[in-house]
Nanobody, 125 residues
Framework: QVQLVESGGGLVQAGGSLRLSCAAS????????MGWFRQATGKEREFVAA????????YYADSVKGRFTISRDNTKNTVYLQMNSLKPEDTAVYYC??????????????????WGQGTQVTVSS
């Protein structure tokens, strides 16, 4: 079982940037797709971004495309989410997740079997 710990959340003004990190332990995630999801208060959890096991393929929600970048460093067992041009509507708890299956694309919530505890991102207007 892999453990995922997110960090890097905080309070930022609209237009600002944050970089989230997700450190994995317990086993390597280098063969697994990784994703970021978010959940705003009173809303369902939604997909934000995902990266294939080697980072060669990335996927983004339309709402963050062009502003957010997912990347991974498999030597550090860590995944990142660079968030630029942040908007108040990006305010949410952000969760890191690891795919259930090795070497397979994963973008749906049900594709992911391991989740972190989340980190709060608050964007003020």
């Amino acid at each position: 079982q892999v453990q995922l710990v997110e960090s890097g959340g905080g309070l930022v003004q609209a237009g600002g940037s944050l970089r989230l990190s997700c450190a994995a332990s317990g086993r390597t995630v280098s063969n697994y797709a990784m994703g970021w999801f978010r959940q705003a208060t009173g809303k369902e959890r939604e997909f934000v971004a995902a990266a294939s096991w080697n980072g060669a393929s990335t996927y983004y929600a339309d709402s963050v495309k062009g502003r957010f970048t997912i990347s991974r460093d498999n030597t550090k067992n860590t995944v990142y989410l660079q968030m630029n041009s942040l908007k108040p509507e990006d305010t949410a708890v952000y969760y890191c997740a690891a795919s259930r299956w090795a070497l397979r694309i994963a973008v749906r919530s049900s594709d992911f079997g391991s989740w972190g505890q989340g980190t709060q991102v608050t964007v003020s207007s």
